[in-house]
Antibody
Framework: QVQLVQSGAEVKKPGASVKVSCKASGYTFTGYYMHWVRQAPGQGLEWMGWINPNSGGTNYAQKFQGRVTMTRDTSISTAYMELSRLRSDDTAVYYC???????????????WGKGTTVTVSS | DIQMTQSPSSLSASVGDRVTITCRASQGISNYLAWYQQKPGKVPKLLIYAASTLQSGVPSRFSGSGSGTDFTLTISSLQPEDVATYYCQMGGTFGPGTKVDIK
């Protein structure tokens, strides 16, 4: 079955970086764009960007430009999201989510990982 | 940037009621709109995409309509398992969400 398995919870200090992984299975990893979405405690959903696993091309939300890096390793069907210069307001659940479009991006996210909790605290 | 608003921010309705949630875009977006359901403590789930296309496996009591700037999500007969927060989304922008619970 199609699934996305994310790495475990992280606790980081302000100013540090975090790298979250998302391993895909059950479909052709390079055929579907991957989005990253976060959700702060008690808040709504916030889109961070996408990566094209085939080409490695990325598109980041303006808010995260310069702080976020999305990469992938096609040999192990895994996408990564690294966020640097962490602040306390980066405390959130970070989700990877597959775009439903094959070889194109529609921003319609049909498969989601279970989320990775990142806590930023001194 | 396009802004998305939703109304109401929360609602309480009885089982069997027809429920309508509205989403408005700050500029015309054709039909590039999706709706997601997020139950408490759970992962978001795609319900509807392209404004009115039901995602596979989603119950038919859910429907979407609209084009341009104004969109609606309708639950024709509210069920207890529909208690959730519902988000509209266009591209990289999500609406603030509408919390639905049972009266």
């Amino acid at each position: 079955q199609v699934q996305l398995v994310q790495s475990g919870a992280e606790v980081k200090k302000p100013g540090a970086s975090v790298k979250v992984s998302c391993k895909a299975s059950g479909y052709t990893f390079t055929g579907y764009y991957m989005h990253w979405v976060r959700q702060a405690p008690g808040q709504g959903l916030e889109w961070m960007g996408w990566i094209n696993p085939n080409s490695g091309g990325t598109n980041y939300a303006q808010k995260f430009q310069g702080r976020v890096t999305m990469t992938r390793d096609t040999s192990i069907s895994t996408a990564y999201m690294e966020l640097s210069r962490l602040r306390s307001d980066d405390t959130a659940v970070y989700y990877c989510a597959r775009d439903c479009g094959e070889d194109y991006y529609y921003y319609y996210m049909d498969v989601w990982g279970k989320g990775t909790t990142v806590t930023v605290s001194s | 940037d396009i802004q998305m608003t939703q109304s109401p921010s929360s609602l309480s309705a009885s089982v069997g009621d027809r429920v309508t949630i509205t989403c408005r875009a700050s500029q015309g977006i054709s039909n590039y709109l999706a709706w997601y359901q997020q139950k408490p403590g759970k992962v978001p789930k795609l319900l509807i995409y392209a404004a009115s296309t039901l995602q596979s496996g989603v119950p038919s009591r859910f429907s979407g309509s609209g084009s341009g700037t104004d969109f609606t999500l309708t639950i024709s007969s509210l069920q207890p398992e529909d208690v959730a927060t519902y988000y509209c989304q266009m591209g990289g922008t999500f609406g603030p969400g509408t919390k639905v619970d049972i009266k």
